[in-house]
C-alpha cells in the first residue's frame, strides 16, 4: 500500500474539458512533486513544491496548473490537453530536498 | 550536468537465477543514489538507497553499494522470484536545495517460474 494516494486512479477526457488530478499524504513531508510518465520511459519532472510554494516548474506548458493548498495536498488543474499529454501522471513526495521520494500510483490520463 | 546510464534491457531470468542490472553515473557533487521500482500498473517504489561511498544499501534480498571510484551502483539479487518482474530505475539526487532526481532509462525484468 502507498502512502501517497492519488485520484482517481484513471482519467479519459476531451481537449475541452477541465479536470483535476488530487494527491494527498499524510506523513508530514514538505516537498511534493508532479511527473509524468510514458510507457516505457522514466518519470520527467513537473513541477516541484516546497513549503507550498512552488519551487520548480520544468518549463511546463500553461495548460497544466498545478495548486498546493496545504501541506498534505497537491492538485494539478488540466485545461486545454492535447492528445500527447496522455501519460501515466505520479505524485511524489519527500520529507525535503535531501530524502527519497514516495511515489503515489498515478493517475493514468487519456486525452480524446 | 548529472545522468545515470543503465544498461540496455529487456533482462529474461529463469526462478532463482542470479540477478545483476547495471548502473554508472555522473554527477559533480556527491550524490545519493537510488533503485526505484516499478511493478505493472503502479507507481515507483524506493527499493533501496545509499547516501555516500561505500554505503550498501539493501532491502528484499537486492543489494547495492556505492562504488565512487567506478561511479556505479549496481544491483544484485542472488535468487530471484516470479514476483520481482518489473521495470527497474536507478536514480541519483545531489544534495541541498532544489535538488532533483535523474532517472536512468529503467530497465524490465522478466522472471519465468
Known amino acids: 500500500d502507498t502512502e501517497v494516494t492519488q485520484t482517481p486512479k484513471h482519467l479519459v477526457m476531451g481537449m475541452t474539458n477541465k479536470k483535476s488530478l488530487k494527491c494527498e499524504q499524510h506523513?508530514?513531508?514538505?516537498?511534493m512533486y508532479w511527473y509524468k510518465q510514458k510507457a516505457k520511459k522514466p518519470p520527467e519532472l513537473m513541477f516541484v513544491?516546497?513549503?507550498?510554494?512552488?519551487?520548480i516548474n520544468e518549463s511546463v506548458p500553461s495548460r497544466f496548473s498545478p495548486e498546493c493548498p496545504n501541506s498534505s495536498l497537491l492538485n494539478l488543474h488540466l485545461h486545454a490537453l492535447q492528445p500527447e499529454d496522455s501519460a501515466l501522471y505520479l505524485c511524489?513526495?519527500?520529507?525535503?530536498?535531501?530524502?527519497?521520494?514516495?511515489f503515489g500510483d498515478g493517475t493514468r490520463l487519456s486525452i480524446l | 550536468g548529472n545522468s545515470v546510464t543503465q544498461m540496455e534491457g529487456p533482462v529474461t531470468l529463469s526462478e532463482e537465477a542470479f540477478l545483476t542490472i547495471n548502473c554508472t553515473y555522473t554527477?559533480?557533487?556527491?550524490?545519493?543514489l537510488f533503485w526505484y521500482v516499478q511493478y505493472p500498473g503502479e507507481g515507483l517504489q524506493l527499493l533501496l538507497k545509499?547516501?555516500?561511498?561505500?554505503d550498501k544499501g539493501s532491502n528484499k534480498g537486492f543489494e547495492a553499494t556505492y562504488r565512487k571510484e567506478t561511479t556505479s551502483f549496481h544491483l544484485e539479487k542472488g535468487s530471484v522470484q516470479v514476483s520481482d518482474s518489473a521495470v527497474y530505475f536507478c536514480?541519483?539526487?545531489?544534495?541541498?536545495?532544489?535538488?532533483?532526481?535523474?532517472f536512468g532509462k529503467g530497465i524490465t525484468l522478466s522472471v519465468r517460474p
Open positions: 511524489a513526495s519527500s520529507q525535503d530536498w535531501s530524502q527519497p521520494q514516495h
Open positions: 506523513m508530514g513531508h514538505r516537498a
Open positions: 513544491y516546497s513549503y507550498e510554494k512552488l519551487s
Open positions: 554527477a559533480t557533487g556527491y550524490p545519493s
Open positions: 545509499a547516501t555516500k561511498a561505500d
Open positions: 536514480a541519483l539526487s545531489e544534495t541541498g536545495a532544489n535538488s532533483k532526481l535523474t
